[in-house]
């Protein structure tokens, strides 16, 4: 091949992947969506510590979006949902040891409630109406779920799902799972702030970026800068 073709079949490429990574970027920002507050909620309370686990892709963007929440004190990425025994990354990558990517958000409940962290989830964190995936990522290990621990927690989200699917909030049926907080494992030191050391890389530019960039945009009362 000349010089010449090999150039412009460099450039034909390269326009190529600049359209898929545009049409991703746009979708990525569509998912945005703006949902209601939740009509059942926990009050505000003293001065204290509540930890809420959620799952909805890869934990990486779900651990993202929550360390920019004002109330939030930290956000682990882990595994719930199977048992300590397979609670590691290549065993759960395989799709079968029931576990899911999550995060465990521990939180101020002076400052946020338990109903508003579903809100930021629903809203911004992941799209609750892709049944075992979750945008490029395929598989029960990236579903939705709510972890809920005791039995305020059931009802504040069985509520809430309840709730946006009412309200018609999303064109396709919510597909997240309301199940009880069996264990979190938490996942290994590389998977942790994952986002914020690897800001450049393009699954983060691509996938989780627009995540906090929503988040920014749609709840600047509660968004945190780093």
């Known amino acids: 091949m000349s010089t010449k073709l090999a150039r412009l079949a460099f450039l034909a490429l390269l326009v190529a992947v600049v359209a898929v990574l545009t049409f ?28 809420a686990v959620i799952a909805g892709g890869c934990f990486w963007g ?13 956000a682990i990425s882990g595994y719930s949902g199977g048992t300590a025994s397979t609670a590691e990354y290549e065993s ?3 799709g079968r040891t029931g576990h899911a990517e999550s995060v465990r958000v521990t939180y101020d409940p002076s400052q946020i409630s338990y109903g508003q962290l579903l809100k930021i989830f629903f809203s911004v964190a992941h799209d ?12 029960p290990q990236y579903r939705s779920v709510i972890f809920y621990s005791g039995e305020e927690q059931h009802r504040i989200a069985a509520a ?11 064109s396709r049926k919510i597909v997240t799972e309301i199940s009880p907080l069996k264990g979190f494992y ?14 450049h890389d393009p699954y983060i530019v691509i996938n989780d970026a627009p995540k906090v960039a929503h988040l920014k945009q749609q709840f600047p009362a509660v968004y945190v800068g780093k």
């Open 160 to 170: 809430y799902v309840e709730q946006l699917q009412q309200a018609k909030v999303f």
């Open 92 to 94: 759960v990558g395989t």
């Open 24 to 51: 991703r970027l746009a979708s990525a920002r569509d998912r945005a969506v703006l949902l209601p507050d939740p009509q059942l909620d926990a009050p505000l309370a003293a001065n204290g510590e509540s930890t």
């Open 128 to 139: 609750p109406t892709e049944l075992n995936r979750q945008g490029p990522d395929d598989g």
């Open 62 to 74: 779900i651990q993202a979006v929550f360390q920019h929440v004002k109330g939030v004190k930290t």
């Open 186 to 199: 938490e996942a290994e030191a590389y998977h942790q702030d994952y986002a914020t050391r690897h800001p």
